[in-house]
């Protein structure tokens, strides 16, 4: 009995693994029927070589059923190692599909005829068969009852007929299981190199199989229909998964790339610690080196959060100059983190340039005081003069009197007018709004004087505090009450000034020109002016100011009667 065979390989025929089996009478008596799991292309091809040729020379019937590459590449070496047309002619060729598929599924009943046919026609004819058939596995159909009933009667046929029957399967794709009940069907079990005894072979099981092992079979068959159904889902849900990926990895690309080029800095932060600036906030914050840093510490707060949602905040740059931002946070996610996404907004320009407006307003103001200022100063200066000559002769006391009145006048008005010059402080001090108005009264009386125009001041009393910048609200009612001298040819301005709940309202009342509404809905925007020296920005930095100390300018008119400037300001907190 034949239990292990190794075979040593050189040469053509030595490498038949087979041969060993081929060549053993008492194993030929019973007939051949062996289940080859291969592995290696090139050993495969030799095998079947050896096969072949083996069969050629003992003048047996060669039936090769594989695919065409394969009996292709098989004729080539068979032709380059000597052999002629006249002897390959003898070797029937089947295409492994063709004999075992129908509608691309395993056909047993057909298969099993075509085996029948085939090798009755040989037998009949005298002549000892060989056949070498790789079987056709259709990966998506599970069949190892069909293939179980095919080898069971396939071993049937061998033990009738005494032929040589290899039956091969591509080891590395067909499951273990299948290969299992493979090794139950067959008596020779072979590999590339090996071929042994099949442990599981037992004949009396065969034939016919019973209705259990049926049952057990097709079960199994049901349960690997049930493993590719699910695998196909898992794979679906894999493709929709890997799907889904992309398309949040593109997002994701596409606001990095947008958060990155967009005109205005962005800033993360995870626990204030900033993990993140784009392109525009590099440059905005100059060289100042804010990765890693705490936000809090480098952006100062100066606001809180306005009607729109924007606080500002100014960072101090290495040469000691502020930079202002527009603040915006919203929370966000950073590299699966809870992060802060910041938007500023740069400011600076901005502040810089109201800064410049306020300022030129406020020289072209002070230029055109001037001149009012000095033909005013020039009268008590004429006046001194007179009494100073007269003193020369006599002494008098009352025109010490009004020497003295007269100078004092001179100081007040300079000093008005140097206070205006006067760089503002930026800090909000507690003022009594009424002594301002008295004090801008002076300075603008010189001009009104000289229109005939009075400036009366009705206060209900004569201490009402705000907290202000002076100069600059100053600034405001100078302009305010000069746009009145401006369009009154005569008459008078009063100033009213009224003590409300949280607020002191001045109404400044004029008997000027009036405006119509188009006009009035022009007010306040730059470089709108009626005026040929005008500069149109008088108005709009007295909103901007105004607006500032939370306050707020009201205006109602008439044409050809005159107009109101009513400006609203909030109490001082401290004082009143
Ligand atoms: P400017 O005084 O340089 O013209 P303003 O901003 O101070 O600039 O004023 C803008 C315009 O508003 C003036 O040119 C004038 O036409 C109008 N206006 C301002 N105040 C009055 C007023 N009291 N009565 C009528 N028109 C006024
Ligand atoms: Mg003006």
Redesign the pocket.
């Known amino acids: 009995m034949l239990r292990y065979i190794i075979n040593g390989s050189s040469g053509l025929n030595q490498q038949n693994v087979l041969s060993q089996l081929t060549n053993n009478d008492e194993a030929l008596q019973k007939g051949v029927h062996v289940f080859y799991a291969f592995y290696e292309r090139e050993k495969y091809i030799n095998n079947l070589l050896g096969f072949i040729t083996e069969g050629l020379t003992k003048r047996q019937q060669v039936i090769i059923v594989d695919k065409i590459d394969i009996y292709e590449e098989v004729i080539e070496k068979l032709t380059t190692n000597g052999y002629k047309k006249d002897d390959i002619e003898l070797i029937v060729f089947v295409e492994n599909d063709t004999f075992y598929l129908t509608n691309a599924s395993f056909d047993v009943d057909r298969s099993i005829q075509m085996l029948k046919d085939t090798v009755s026609l040989y037998l009949e004819k005298g002549l000892f068969l060989r056949i070498w058939g790789q079987v056709s596995l259709q990966m998506d159909e599970p069949a190892v009852s069909k293939l179980r009933l095919y080898e069971s009667r396939c071993d049937e046929v061998v033990a009738e007929s005494k032929t040589i029957i290899v039956c091969t399967y591509n080891g590395l794709i067909v499951p273990a299981y299948i290969q299992n009940e493979m090794l139950k069907t067959h008596e020779y079990f072979m590999t590339d190199d090996q071929i042994v005894l099949s442990p599981f072979y037992r004949k009396e099981n065969l034939n016919p199989l019973s209705n259990g092992e049926i049952r057990r079979l097709q079960k199994l068959d049901k349960d690997i229909t049930f493993l590719q159904d699910q695998n196909k889902k898992l794979q679906k849900l894999y493709d929709e998964i890997n799907r889904k990926k992309s398309i949040i990895e593109r997002s994701e690309k596409f606001y990095r790339n947008l958060i990155e080029e967009l005109p205005v800095s962005i800033v993360i932060t995870k626990n204030d610690h900033i993990v993140y600036v784009n392109h525009t906030g590099i440059k905005s914050f100059d060289s100042v080196d804010i990765q890693g840093k705490a936000f809090s510490k480098l952006f100062d707060k100066t606001t809180s959060a306005t009607k729109n949602g924007l606080s500002e905040y100014k960072l101090l740059l290495p040469n000691h100059e502020f930079r202002y931002f527009a603040v915006k946070w919203i929370p966000t996610w950073f590299e699966g983190e809870s992060a802060a996404l910041y938007i500023l907004i740069d400011l600076t320009e901005q502040k810089l340039n109201e800064k410049l407006m306020v300022r030129s307003e406020k020289l072209s103001i002070a230029g055109e005081l001037a001149a009012g200022i000095a033909h005013e100063i020039r009268n008590p200066l004429t006046a001194i003069k007179g009494f100073v000559k007269l003193l020369e002769d006599t002494s008098n006391e009352i025109y010490l009197t009004i020497i003295n009145d007269e100078i004092s006048r001179i100081e007040q008005i300079s000093s008005e007018l140097l206070i205006l010059a006067k760089p503002h402080s930026e800090t909000l001090k507690v003022t009594n709004i009424v002594a301002l108005l008295n004090n801008v009264k002076t300075l603008l009386d010189t001009q009104a004087i000289l229109k005939n125009i009075e400036i009366e001041i009705l206060s209900d009393r004569k201490e009402i505090y705000i907290d202000c910048e002076e100069t600059k609200i100053r600034q405001v009612f100078i302009?305010?009450i000069k746009?009145?001298i401006?369009?009154m040819d005569k008459g008078k301005i009063i100033i009213l000034t009224k003590k409300l709940k949280d607020f002191v309202q001045v109404d400044v009342i004029?008997q000027?020109?009036?405006?119509s509404q188009e006009?009035l809905d022009k007010?306040g925007e730059p470089f709108?002016?009626?005026?040929e020296k005008?500069?149109?920005?008088?108005?709009?930095v007295c909103y901007k100011i105004v607006g500032n100390h939370n306050g707020k300018i009201d205006v109602t008119?008439q044409v050809g009667e005159g107009?109101t400037?009513s400006v609203t300001l909030p109490l001082s907190s401290w004082a009143n």
């Open positions: 302009n305010i746009n009145a401006e369009v004029d000027g020109t009036g405006m006009m007010l709108f002016t009626t005026k005008g500069t149109g920005l008088g108005l709009m008119s107009s400037f």
